[in-house]
């Protein structure tokens, strides 16, 4: 069930995905009471900032901006999954990069 009802949820984008077998990425969001978006919203930002910087391969720089979420909200469990595919990706780095992680390539 997809509850799109704005003044009972807000969604706010998690990853983006690549299935093993299918190349369409598929968008993964959480979703939140508005009342608790709002007052996570500063987290939300530095999250999107975040984000952008993983998206566009700036490995190093969201390593940096998700260590700060993490270390914030070290109960969130998706800063921390984001500091370990960055670790991998520091390491390794993709020879192509579209902002999109391969669920079962890794």
Known sequence: CRETDPERFAFQPVDTLR???R??????YTALRPHEYQARAEEFAQFSAALEL?????FSGAQAAFGRLAERCPACRVYTVY???LA???RTPPPEWDGVWRLGNQ
Request: net charge positive; glycine share 10%.
């Open 54 to 58: 993983y998206r566009q391969a700036d």
């Open 88 to 90: 991998g990706l520091l």
């Open 23 to 28: 190349e369409q990425p598929v968008r993964v």
């Open 19 to 21: 299935v093993k077998g």
């Open 83 to 85: 500091l370990e595919r």
